[in-house]
């Protein structure tokens, strides 16, 4: 079992800088791919970001790219998501996921393993 705790949200202005973590415990953190989802009111759940258990590989959604970096510490079983120049539209729910498959976490064929409970961004403009 893997429990996944995020932190780091809250509000930030357009153009602004925000950095999300997501602590892991429970499991060998490193055999894990992380990613990054967020659902706004309203919208379904969408995928953010994606990074491989070495680090080495890292997938983005077309709307964060060049805008957000995903990346991990293995040895603070930590992965983060660097928000920089954010925009409303940023506004949601982000959660952090993690399963054996970075495939998986990337296109989503099969539940996820893992999900943390969530952590509010606020974009204003």
């Known amino acids: 079992q893997v429990q996944l705790l995020e932190s780091g949200g809250g509000l930030v202005q357009a153009g602004g800088s925000l950095r999300l973590s997501c602590a892991a415990s429970?499991?060998?953190?490193?055999?894990?791919?992380m990613g990054w989802f967020r659902q706004a009111p309203g919208k379904e759940r969408e995928f953010v970001a994606a990074?491989?258990?070495?680090?080495?590989?890292?997938y983005y959604a077309d709307s964060v790219k060049g805008r957000f970096t995903i990346s991990r510490d293995n040895a603070k079983n930590t992965v983060y998501l660097q928000m920089n120049s954010p925009k409303p539209e940023d506004t949601a729910v982000y959660y952090c996921?993690?399963?054996?498959?970075?495939?998986?976490?990337?296109?989503?064929?099969?539940?996820?393993?893992?999900w943390g409970q969530g952590t509010q961004v606020t974009v204003s403009s």
């Open positions: 990074i491989s258990g070495t680090g080495l590989s890292t």
């Open positions: 429970g499991r060998t953190f490193s055999t894990l791919a």
């Open positions: 996921a993690a399963d054996p498959s970075l495939a998986n976490v990337v296109d989503q064929k099969r539940n996820l393993d893992y």
